[in-house]
Nanobody
Framework: QVQLVESGGGLVQTGGSLELSCAAS????????MAWFRQAPGKEREFVAA????????SYTDSVKGRFTISRDNAKNAMYLRMDSLKLEDTAVYYC?????????????????WGQGTQVTVSS
């Protein structure tokens, strides 16, 4: 089992940047593929990005490609999401999630562990 805590959310203007962090505790962090999801008001939770156990493979939803970068530091039991060129439509609660599988899953239902979320608000 792993516990996840997100941080780094906040209010930023369009075109600005933020970096989210996900701190993990519990069982070996490097046994989990990790991902970021987000949920905007009135919308379903959607996949943002994923990274494999050793950080050698990543996957992104099309709307964030070239703007967001997912990374992890297994020595620190941490995962990050660097968000650049933020847009109004990036406003959402961002969640980190852990999956004991090897694959980079995009479906929320395949992730076993979730953090509580951190709010990102992009204003014009």
């Amino acid at each position: 089992q792993v516990q996840l805590v997100e941080s780094g959310g906040g209010l930023v203007q369009t075109g600005g940047s933020l970096e989210l962090s996900c701190a993990a505790s519990g069982r070996a962090f490097d046994r989990y593929s990790m991902a970021w999801f987000r949920q905007a008001p009135g919308k379903e939770r959607e996949f943002v990005a994923a990274i494999n156990r050793h950080g050698t493979m990543t996957s992104y939803t099309d709307s964030v490609k070239g703007r967001f970068t997912i990374s992890r530091d297994n020595a620190k039991n941490a995962m990050y999401l660097r968000m650049d060129s933020l847009k109004l439509e990036d406003t959402a609660v961002y969640y980190c999630a852990a999956d004991p599988d090897y694959t980079l899953d995009t479906a929320a239902g395949l992730y076993d562990y979730w953090g509580q979320g951190t709010q990102v608000t992009v204003s014009s």
